[in-house]
Protein backbone atom coordinates (compact mmCIF):
# COMPACT_ATOMS: atom_id res chain seq x y z
CA UNK A 1 0.00 0.00 0.00
CA UNK A 2 1.56 3.31 -1.28
CA UNK A 3 1.50 5.66 1.98
CA UNK A 4 2.44 9.30 1.77
CA UNK A 5 2.90 11.63 4.94
CA UNK A 6 3.10 15.00 4.64
CA UNK A 7 3.49 17.12 7.28
CA UNK A 8 5.52 20.84 8.12
CA UNK A 9 2.58 23.47 6.71
CA UNK A 10 1.43 26.44 8.69
CA UNK A 11 1.05 30.18 8.91
CA UNK A 12 4.17 32.15 8.25
CA UNK A 13 4.33 36.08 7.14
CA UNK A 14 5.76 37.10 3.72
CA UNK A 15 9.73 36.78 3.78
CA UNK A 16 9.29 33.49 6.12
CA UNK A 17 10.19 29.96 5.35
CA UNK A 18 8.71 26.29 5.75
CA UNK A 19 9.81 23.08 5.12
CA UNK A 20 7.51 20.45 4.08
CA UNK A 21 8.17 17.02 4.49
CA UNK A 22 6.78 14.24 3.04
CA UNK A 23 7.30 10.25 3.96
CA UNK A 24 6.77 7.65 1.36
CA UNK A 25 6.46 4.27 1.65
CA UNK A 26 4.84 1.11 -0.28
CA UNK A 27 6.15 1.40 -3.78
CA UNK A 28 9.76 1.28 -5.76
CA UNK A 29 11.28 4.56 -5.40
CA UNK A 30 13.26 4.13 -8.26
CA UNK A 31 10.37 3.93 -10.58
CA UNK A 32 8.91 7.18 -9.35
CA UNK A 33 9.23 10.70 -9.14
CA UNK A 34 7.84 12.58 -5.75
CA UNK A 35 7.19 15.72 -5.60
CA UNK A 36 4.71 18.27 -4.58
CA UNK A 37 1.11 20.06 -5.81
CA UNK A 38 -0.37 22.79 -4.46
CA UNK A 39 -4.12 23.86 -4.89
CA UNK A 40 -4.62 27.46 -4.03
CA UNK A 41 -9.03 28.34 -3.60
CA UNK A 42 -10.88 28.77 -6.49
CA UNK A 43 -7.26 27.51 -9.04
CA UNK A 44 -6.38 24.31 -10.20
CA UNK A 45 -3.84 21.75 -8.80
CA UNK A 46 -0.05 23.38 -9.86
CA UNK A 47 3.22 21.00 -9.55
CA UNK A 48 5.63 22.41 -7.79
CA UNK A 49 8.65 20.86 -7.41
CA UNK A 50 9.80 17.37 -8.23
CA UNK A 51 12.73 14.68 -7.50
CA UNK A 52 13.97 11.78 -9.60
CA UNK A 53 15.24 8.93 -7.06
CA UNK A 54 16.80 6.90 -10.00
CA UNK A 55 19.06 10.18 -10.87
CA UNK A 56 18.98 13.01 -8.74
CA UNK A 57 17.07 15.09 -11.48
CA UNK A 58 14.83 17.94 -10.39
CA UNK A 59 11.90 20.41 -11.41
CA UNK A 60 10.35 23.31 -10.24
CA UNK A 61 7.84 25.84 -11.60
CA UNK A 62 8.81 28.67 -13.19
CA UNK A 63 7.27 31.04 -9.80
CA UNK A 64 9.24 29.08 -7.01
CA UNK A 65 12.67 28.62 -8.71
CA UNK A 66 15.28 30.13 -6.46
CA UNK A 67 13.07 30.34 -3.28
CA UNK A 68 12.10 26.70 -3.41
CA UNK A 69 14.41 23.72 -2.86
CA UNK A 70 13.53 20.00 -3.29
CA UNK A 71 15.60 17.09 -1.43
CA UNK A 72 15.47 13.68 -0.53
CA UNK A 73 17.01 11.87 2.56
CA UNK A 74 19.43 9.06 1.93
CA UNK A 75 17.35 6.54 2.12
CA UNK A 76 14.99 8.41 0.02
CA UNK A 77 11.93 7.44 1.55
CA UNK A 78 11.71 10.70 2.66
CA UNK A 79 11.56 13.91 0.35
CA UNK A 80 11.98 17.64 2.22
CA UNK A 81 10.37 20.96 0.21
CA UNK A 82 12.50 24.02 1.66
CA UNK A 83 10.06 26.90 0.95
CA UNK A 84 12.40 30.43 1.26
CA UNK A 85 11.10 33.72 1.14
CA UNK A 86 7.67 33.12 0.72
CA UNK A 87 4.93 34.80 -0.87
CA UNK A 88 1.02 35.29 0.01
CA UNK A 89 0.43 33.77 -3.26
CA UNK A 90 2.28 30.99 -2.26
CA UNK A 91 -0.88 30.48 0.04
CA UNK A 92 -2.35 26.87 -0.87
CA UNK A 93 -2.98 23.36 0.30
CA UNK A 94 0.19 21.49 -0.72
CA UNK A 95 -0.18 17.79 -1.54
CA UNK A 96 2.63 14.99 -1.66
CA UNK A 97 2.55 12.88 -5.10
CA UNK A 98 4.06 10.82 -6.78
CA UNK A 99 4.27 10.02 -10.64
CA UNK A 100 5.90 7.05 -12.82
CA UNK A 101 9.24 7.99 -14.20
CA UNK A 102 8.84 9.10 -18.00
CA UNK A 103 5.60 10.39 -17.64
CA UNK A 104 4.89 14.38 -17.03
CA UNK A 105 4.95 16.05 -13.94
CA UNK A 106 1.04 17.25 -14.12
CA UNK A 107 -1.91 16.21 -12.19
CA UNK A 108 -3.67 14.04 -14.90
CA UNK A 109 -0.57 11.79 -14.30
CA UNK A 110 -0.21 11.72 -11.03
CA UNK A 111 -0.63 7.89 -9.51
CA UNK A 112 -0.67 8.76 -5.91
CA UNK A 113 -1.62 11.89 -4.00
CA UNK A 114 -0.87 12.14 -0.40
CA UNK A 115 -3.43 14.13 2.35
CA UNK A 116 -2.83 17.64 1.85
CA UNK A 117 -0.76 20.56 4.13
CA UNK A 118 -2.09 24.02 4.45
CA UNK A 119 0.69 26.59 4.30
CA UNK A 120 -0.90 30.29 4.54
CA UNK A 121 1.60 32.88 3.90
CA UNK A 122 0.03 36.42 5.62
CA UNK A 123 1.28 40.10 3.98
Known amino acids: EVQLQASGGGLVQAGGSLRLSCAASGFTFDDYVIGWFRQAPGKEREGVSCISNSDGSTYYTDSVKGRFTISSDSSHDTVYLQMNSLKPEDTAVYYC????????????????WGQGTQVTVST
Open 97 to 112: VVVRTGRYFRAADVDY
